[in-house]
């Protein structure tokens, strides 16, 4: 029997990963808000859904690609009543959205009453890695409920990793999310120094690549799309404050003194010259002309 995973939220993450999942031989349904996304997922081969509840009754998995936490809260919280009446099948949310450790903690714990599993499952590798079924994912939940939901797991990331019960995953993905965002600066502050200085940025990038102050935004964003000028890597501007943000509010809940990270939250959040709906890849333009 095919299995049946609902998709929710079928943006720049989402649509990637539910037409992965539907070259991948499941069942595939799919909501999001905007009909443009619901009909590029329906050519994508997934079937589009008129709303979360037919989705959610149809479904043995739901993954989630949302934008925030408060989404993914009243995503489940609307649809309690449906998931207590889905008796007899434990239902596993695997929740894909970058959100907050407090809420996926929350969410499992209401949604195990119930007899469902949630696991906080955030993803790296931006919508290619997506698309082609090799993100890197980080889990929060039960081994139980990660045994479950394995198949549908692999189909979508080349790396699982279990980093510990409900909660885990977030943490370890703003951490992850707070390097990356002080990479963008600290590479960017390094090619502005190389051009002041009177050395050609390209050199002074490969160098980096080649050496010890390399990161995978200096070997993967910086010549996509910062050196090229495309600054379209598909992850915005918007969607990466709210991960400073976030690192920034788990670190002061647990008193961790982090003063390079006060720093870059602040730079991320006073770059006013750039948009929310800007391409993230634009805090490292370090051209002047940029
Ligand atoms: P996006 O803005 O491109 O897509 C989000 C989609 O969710 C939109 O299509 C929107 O219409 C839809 N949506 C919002 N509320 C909804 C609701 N209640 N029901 C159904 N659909 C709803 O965002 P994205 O870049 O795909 O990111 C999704 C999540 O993944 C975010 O938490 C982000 O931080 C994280 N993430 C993004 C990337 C990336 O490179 N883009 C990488 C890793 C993690």
């Known amino acids: 029997v095919q299995t049946t995973?609902?998709?929710i939220g079928l943006g720049s993450m989402?649509?990637?990963m539910a037409?992965?999942?539907?070259t991948k031989g499941f069942r595939t349904l799919g909501f999001d808000l905007s009909a443009d996304r619901r009909k590029l997922a329906e050519d994508a081969g997934v079937l589009p859904q008129s709303t979360i509840a037919d989705l959610v009754a149809a479904s043995a998995f739901l993954v989630f690609s949302l934008p925030t936490a408060q989404d993914v809260r009243s995503v489940v919280e609307g649809h309690l009543d449906l998931l207590k009446g889905k008796?007899?099948?434990?239902?596993?949310?695997i929740d894909t959205s970058t959100s907050e450790p407090d809420v996926s903690r929350d969410l499992a714990k209401r949604l195990e009453a119930l007899g469902h599993g949630f696991l906080d499952a955030p993803v790296s590798g931006g919508p290619a890695?997506?698309?082609s079924g090799k993100l890197t994912m980080?889990?929060?939940g039960s081994e139980e409920d990660l045994a479950l939901a394995r198949p549908v797991i692999e189909a979508m990331a080349a790396k699982a990793l279990h980093v510990g019960p409900s909660g885990a995953g977030n943490v370890a993905k703003l951490v992850n999310n707070l390097l990356a965002a002080a990479h963008m600066i600290t590479t960017s502050e390094g090619l502005k120094l190389?051009?002041?200085?009177?050395?050609?940025?390209?050199a002074a990038l490969r160098v980096v690549n080649?050496?010890?102050?390399?990161?995978?935004i200096s070997e993967v964003h910086f010549p996509t799309w910062v050196m090229s000028d495309r600054f379209d890597s598909g992850f915005s501007m918007g969607l990466m404050r709210k991960d400073v943000r976030l690192a920034k509010k788990l670190a002061d809940s647990t008193g961790a003194q982090l003063p390079l990270a006060e720093q870059v939250a602040s730079l991320w959040a006073g770059s006013t010259e750039l948009a929310d709906s800007d391409d993230f890849t634009r805090m490292g333009a370090f051209k002047a002309k940029n």
């Open 87 to 93: 008796t007899g099948q434990r239902v596993i949310i």
């Open 14 to 16: 989402g649509l990637g």
């Open 129 to 131: 890695g997506a698309a």
């Open 194 to 202: 190389a051009l002041a200085a009177g050395i050609d940025p390209e």
């Open 138 to 140: 980080m889990i929060g």
């Open 19 to 22: 037409q992965t999942l539907a």
């Open 5 to 7: 995973v609902g998709v």
């Open 210 to 216: 080649a050496a010890s102050g390399k990161s995978m």
